[in-house]
């Protein structure tokens, strides 16, 4: 039962162009929901976060959209530059739950193109 | 400021045996999360430790283990190792208190289960 959904498991952006990565979610209960980006042989590193009392937030060349309605959100990076290419994870949380338990998805391998 | 470190980096065993994993938390962190990525998966919870007790845990038997010492390192412990354990076993650490503090992840242990 896959709470967090990343549904494109790769994604290939010219460089200078916007990347769109796209997360769904089934629990309405989740307030708090973040990016990771993941090198190989690295772990995963904390990008982005979003409170589920707003609809977007905004980092430099990153910006979350949330859509609480579609449980839906995205990670727009613009523009993309070659060191984006990571696998990017989508995961959430319940804010009140204070042991860090965050429900990741499956990861969206993004490929900047040059 | 030291980040999160875990050691080994690389880990072979056989089906049967016990393992332990190391991490040392980032400076000023108070609490460490373990989690296990498969291959292909998203990391998944396996528990937290905060104040040298366990304080929440995911869907993982009670052969999944660990402990957190007094200067907030942690260990990772698993009896009875199967083939489905093989995995990189991924160490993070947060300070209680902070709110929505993001998690710092090191960069894993990769065990292998033979």
């Known amino acids: 039962d896959q709470q967090v959904k990343q549904n494109s498991p790769s994604l290939s952006v010219q460089e200078g162009r916007i990347s769109i990565l796209n997360c769904d979610y089934t629990?309405?209960?989740?307030?708090?929901f973040l990016w990771y980006k993941k090198y190989p042989a690295e772990g995963p590193t904390f990008l982005i976060s979003i409170s589920s009392i707003k609809d977007k937030n905004e980092d430099g060349r990153f910006t979350v959209f949330l859509n609480k309605s579609a449980k839906h959100l995205s990670l727009h990076i613009v523009p993309s530059q070659p060191g984006d290419s990571a696998v990017y994870f989508c995961a959430a949380s319940l804010a009140l739950n204070r042991d860090d338990k965050i429900i990741f998805g499956k990861g969206t391998r993004l490929h900047i193109l040059p | 400021e030291t980040g999160v470190t875990q050691s080994p980096t690389h880990l072979i065993k056989t089906r049967g045996q016990q393992v332990t994993l190391r991490c040392s938390s980032q400076?000023?962190?108070?609490?460490v999360s373990w989690y296990q990525q498969a291959l292909g998966q998203g990391p998944q919870f396996i528990f937290q430790?905060?104040?040298?007790?366990?304080?929440g845990r995911g869907n993982f038997p009670p052969r999944f283990s660990g402990l957190q010492f007094p200067n907030y390192s942690s260990e990772l412990n698993v009896n009875a190792l199967e083939l489905d354990d093989s995995a990189l076993y991924l160490c993070?650490?947060?300070?209680?208190?902070?709110?929505?503090?993001?998690?710092?992840f090191g960069n894993g242990t990769r065990l292998t289960v033979t």
């Open positions: 993070a650490s947060s300070l209680v208190g902070a709110l929505n503090s993001p998690l710092h």
């Open positions: 400076s000023g962190h108070n609490t």
């Open positions: 629990n309405s209960m989740f307030d708090y």
């Open positions: 430790y905060y104040r040298e007790e366990e304080n």
